[in-house]
């Protein structure tokens, strides 16, 4: 059986990115309607972006904090903030200007159902594309963050961002829950970014939901 993953944007390019992104990694691509009242046909959620008010995005909160997978990626990191899933927010970048760059990031944990099949401290390539992606907390918010294993990953040499001690992606703490301000749609295919890195969060998941659902697992998890 092929889960089903549900995609939450507000662009329509970018939707056809997540779409062939979940479809390369083996599970099935559903595009969610700014008024879906329910969650039931999907397994997980990648969030783009979208209305902090609207429907769906209403109920994947209330589902994220029973269980449901969600990753936001982007912009989709901001609305996981906005709303409370995730604590810090995120601002315009430090250097006032827009980051277009491949990125070489730094994955701490794989104690979340998004880095589960990923090695830790394992070294990934993805792209930074935004001018609004600088992650803000407080120091004592950073400090717990890294002692409670919820910093999922950190830039390396260079932070394109100015984000707060390098982060560029957390989890809440059940682990079902990570925003990713790298784009790891564009990361699935090397005709679209620098890597086929991004197939391995997509492939985590895919792999989790496999094992808890029962039946075989993915063969692509690993890019």
Request: glycine share 12%; hydrophobic share 40%.
């Amino acid at each position: 059986m092929r889960r089903r993953i549900g995609i939450v944007s507000p662009d329509d390019s970018r939707e056809g990115y997540a779409e062939r992104a979940v479809e390369l990694c083996g599970l099935t691509p559903v595009v969610l309607d700014p008024g879906a009242r329910t969650l039931d046909d999907v397994d997980a959620v990648l969030v783009l972006g979208g209305n902090v008010d609207s429907r769906v995005v209403t109920e994947m909160v209330a589902r994220a904090g029973r269980g449901l997978p969600v990753l936001g990626i982007g912009d989709g990191f901001r609305l996981l903030c906005d709303t409370g899933v995730l604590p810090g927010r995120l601002e315009t970048n430090e250097s006032g200007r827009y980051a277009c760059v491949d990125q070489r990031v730094l994955v701490h944990t794989n104690d979340t159902v998004w880095t589960a099949a990923m090695e830790r401290q394992s070294e990934v390539t993805l792209v930074v594309n935004t001018g609004a992606g600088r992650f803000v907390v407080d120091a004592d918010t950073a400090q717990q963050l890294a002692d409670d294993d919820r910093v999922v990953a950190r830039y390396v040499d260079g932070n394109p961002t100015g984000s707060t001690d390098d982060i560029a992606g957390i989890t809440n703490a059940a682990g079902n829950v990570v925003g990713l301000l790298p784009d790891l749609a564009l990361c699935v295919d090397e005709l679209t970014g620098p890597s086929t890195d991004g197939r391995a969060f997509i492939g985590s998941v895919g792999r989790f939901l496999a094992l808890r659902q029962g039946g075989p697992v993915a063969a692509t998890v690993e890019g």
